[in-house]
């Protein structure tokens, strides 16, 4: 699946560590509507990424935003 999403989402709890609160947080506009996230968590052997426990997949983008 190409989501074309520019930031990596997860909503797979188990997979991720130490989630946790943030200051600034993410709005998605999906075709089903908004979503906002306001926690990260980090996925073993990559990087921090969004945790949207609502959320239906886990997303990692091919493109690596800045933060």
Known sequence: ????LA???FSNK???TNIHDVKHVLALQFNAGKAIMTHNGY???YD???YHP???ENILSPIKCPE
């Open 1 to 4: 699946m190409d989501s074309q």
């Open 48 to 50: 921090k990424v969004w």
């Open 14 to 16: 188990k997979l991720l």
């Open 54 to 56: 609502t959320g239906i």
């Open 43 to 45: 996925l073993k052997g």
């Open 7 to 9: 930031v990596e989402v």
